[in-house]
């Protein structure tokens, strides 16, 4: 992206299309580097191989700078779930929740009762570790972790971005997910390794664990734990929808693109031919035939695809996006959502006041 930035700045046209870190892409997003997607006629947004929920979520006020489409299948190996290891479930007397899900009641209160007793200490020293078993194993940061329960952090009006994440319905996440990740004897937190819980998964000591989608291919399907997957749960069953979470490198065509008709037409194009070819090799093929074993989990990963959401908040880095890794990934973890949000306030209204500024002074 550094390489890019000089260049564009410079006025050179060497890069017709961009692919970049989240992060590092919202940011030069802000620069006025890259074109309002919506001026490229040959990019047609009503196709099924640009997802609504993420065009809608990375535009403002009628303008988008960076895309996330059927152009790679990376947003779909970093979509967010739970797998549930089956054959554990059965020693445990515990019924995989696949009923609950198809009925829509599936909810966080659920997957916490049936997680919190369940703690072994195998080793018997007393002390919680790898070695033991639990019912919820988590590490790394708490990335799409609001996603589930349809929290909006930010609403939009024209160029306008206004917080609309202080509210009962967020404080009562707050409280039900302390229940899971901090008072529940079955959740133990591994610390910051994100690719440490899978392994604990492989080795037969997690019942759920929460990850990605590219983790069935990548190392559960060599492992000997008959597995599900299920979606992250409902707040509540007022909700109406499962939601997923997911993560992507991002597009952008850059402003000094000399033939900006040329780059829409290969992008679309390109989209095009990874959603009748490419997705199906990956999804249907693949993703079904070869890394998930029974009808459920088939059925829930449709689901899980058609709820999918990229979130703007996590693009443009406002903090209030991983409210719950703050909250609790520290020594002293905390329920007090208020004083984290008053706190935070200031510094958060300026970043939305300066990417609403930016939006509305580029092009």
Known sequence: MDNAKKSIKSGGDEYDLLFGHDYESGTASLEGLFLNLYYLDRLDFEKPWWPNNTVESLTINGKMYLFSNSLTTLGMDWTRLLYINKGLAKDLGLEVPYKDVFDGTWTLDKLTKLTKDVYIDVNGDGVKDSDDKYGYAFTGSYYCSIEPFGIQ???KS???????VLSERTQKMVDMMYDLMINSKGTFYFGPEEHLSEKIFTNGNALIIYKHLQDARKTLRAS??????LPFPKLDENQENYYAGYHDRLFAVPITASNTDRSAVIIEAMSAEGWKKVFPAYYEISM???FL???ESIKILDMIYSSRVLDFTYIYSISYYMM???LFNNDKPSTDFVSYYEKNLGSVQKTLDNIAKKFSEMD
Do not use: F, T
């Open 153 to 155: 952090v930010v609403k």
């Open 158 to 164: 024209g160029d306008i971005l206004e917080l609309n």
């Open 224 to 229: 000997d734990i008959d597995y599900g997957i």
């Open 288 to 290: 079904k035939n070869k």
């Open 293 to 295: 074993a029974d009808e």
């Open 324 to 326: 719950l890794n703050d």
